[in-house]
C-alpha cells in the first residue's frame, strides 16, 4: 500500500498532467483566434479543449490511479469524503497536492509560452462567464457538470462497475467540456480554475476572482450530491 507521500506526489503529479495539458490547449487555441477571448471559441475548439482534458485525465488515470485513487480535484476528493468513502486523516494532504499541482501547473506554463502569450493572449485557461450567464447560471453548470463526472467516478472506480474506468471517465471530462464549456468556461475542479487566476495575478493581467466562490463550491455539492445520489440508486447485488 502506498504511504502518504506516494499518494501525495501522485495526486501533485496527475493534478499537473490534467491542468497543464489541459489549459494549455486553451491557451493554444485562443492565440490561434488571435486573442480574441474565451467568448470567440466555437464548437470546433471546445471539442478539441475537451479532448485535451479527457485524454490528460485518462493517462493521468491509468499511471496513477493504483497510487492515491487518482482523485486529481478538489470536489471529487470532498466528495467521497462526505460521501464516508475517503478517510479525514487523508483529506487535506490530498487537497494541498492537488492545487500545489495546478499551481505549477500554471506557473509551467507561463515558463513555456511566456507571460504574453500564455497569461496576456490565453489567460492561462482561465474560466469565466463565457455566454454572459451570470453566478447562477455558472452555479447550475458547475453543479451538473461535477454531478455528473463525479457520478462517473463513482459508477467506474469507485465501485468498480466499468472495465475501463480511466478511459470512461477522460471521455465523460471531454463531453462535459464540450457541453458546458461555452457556459462557463467548464471548471468542475476548484484548483484547476485557483490556479490559473493565481498566476494571472501574479504576473500583473486581471483574474474573475469575484467568480471564484461560485467555481469553489458548486463543484462541491454537484460532487457530494452525486456521491449520495449513486448510494441511493444503487442496488445491492443478493
Same mark, same amino acid.
Given at each position: 500500500?502506498?504511504?502518504?507521500?506516494?499518494?501525495?506526489?501522485?495526486?501533485?503529479?496527475?493534478?499537473?498532467?490534467?491542468?497543464?495539458?489541459?489549459?494549455?490547449?486553451?491557451?493554444?487555441?485562443?492565440?490561434?483566434?488571435?486573442?480574441?477571448?474565451?467568448?470567440?471559441?466555437?464548437?470546433?475548439?471546445?471539442?478539441?479543449?475537451? =479532448?485535451?482534458? &479527457? *485524454?490528460? %485525465?485518462?493517462?493521468?488515470?491509468? +499511471?496513477?490511479?493504483?497510487? #492515491? /485513487?487518482?482523485?486529481? !480535484? @478538489?470536489?471529487?476528493?470532498?466528495?467521497?469524503?462526505?460521501?464516508?468513502?475517503?478517510?479525514?486523516?487523508?483529506?487535506?494532504?490530498?487537497?494541498?497536492?492537488?492545487?500545489?499541482?495546478?499551481?505549477?501547473?500554471?506557473?509551467?506554463?507561463?515558463?513555456?509560452?511566456?507571460?504574453?502569450?500564455?497569461?496576456?493572449?490565453?489567460?492561462?485557461?482561465?474560466?469565466?462567464?463565457?455566454?454572459?450567464?451570470?453566478?447562477?447560471?455558472?452555479?447550475?453548470?458547475?453543479?451538473?457538470?461535477?454531478?455528473?463526472?463525479?457520478?462517473?467516478?463513482?459508477?467506474?472506480?469507485?465501485?468498480?462497475?466499468?472495465?475501463?474506468?480511466? =478511459?470512461?471517465? &477522460? *471521455?465523460? %471530462?471531454?463531453?462535459?467540456?464540450? +457541453?458546458?464549456?461555452?457556459? #462557463? /468556461?467548464?471548471?468542475? !475542479? @476548484?484548483?484547476?480554475?485557483?490556479?490559473?487566476?493565481?498566476?494571472?495575478?501574479?504576473?500583473?493581467?486581471?483574474?474573475?476572482?469575484?467568480?471564484?466562490?461560485?467555481?469553489?463550491?458548486?463543484?462541491?455539492?454537484?460532487?457530494?450530491?452525486?456521491?449520495?445520489?449513486?448510494?441511493?440508486?444503487?442496488?445491492?447485488?443478493?
Amino acid at each position: 500500500m502506498a504511504d502518504m507521500i506516494q499518494k501525495f506526489l501522485a495526486e501533485l503529479i496527475g493534478s499537473f498532467i490534467l491542468v497543464f495539458f489541459g489549459t494549455a490547449s486553451v491557451v493554444l487555441v485562443l492565440l490561434v483566434n488571435g486573442g480574441l477571448g474565451i467568448a470567440a471559441i466555437t464548437m470546433a475548439d471546445w471539442i478539441a479543449i475537451g =479532448l485535451a482534458f &479527457g *485524454l490528460a %485525465l485518462t493517462v493521468a488515470i491509468y +499511471a496513477l490511479a493504483p497510487i #492515491s /485513487g487518482a482523485h486529481f !480535484n @478538489p470536489a471529487v476528493t470532498i466528495g467521497l469524503w462526505a460521501g464516508k468513502k475517503f478517510p479525514t486523516s487523508d483529506l487535506v494532504p490530498y487537497l494541498v497536492a492537488q492545487f500545489v499541482g495546478s499551481i505549477i501547473a500554471s506557473a509551467a506554463l507561463i515558463l513555456l509560452a511566456g507571460v504574453d502569450i500564455a497569461s496576456t493572449t490565453g489567460a492561462l485557461g482561465s474560466v469565466g462567464d463565457v455566454a454572459g450567464i451570470g453566478m447562477v447560471g455558472i452555479f447550475v453548470a458547475e453543479f451538473l457538470g461535477t454531478a455528473l463526472l463525479m457520478y462517473c467516478i463513482m459508477a467506474a472506480a469507485v465501485d468498480g462497475q466499468a472495465k475501463d474506468a480511466a =478511459l470512461s471517465i &477522460g *471521455l465523460v %471530462l471531454a463531453g462535459i467540456v464540450v +457541453a458546458i464549456g461555452g457556459f #462557463s /468556461g467548464c471548471g468542475i !475542479n @476548484p484548483s484547476r480554475v485557483f490556479a490559473p487566476m493565481l498566476m494571472n495575478t501574479l504576473v500583473g493581467n486581471a483574474a474573475p476572482w469575484e467568480l471564484f466562490p461560485v467555481y469553489l463550491i458548486a463543484p462541491i455539492i454537484g460532487a457530494i450530491f452525486a456521491v449520495y445520489l449513486f448510494d441511493f440508486l444503487k442496488v445491492d447485488e443478493a
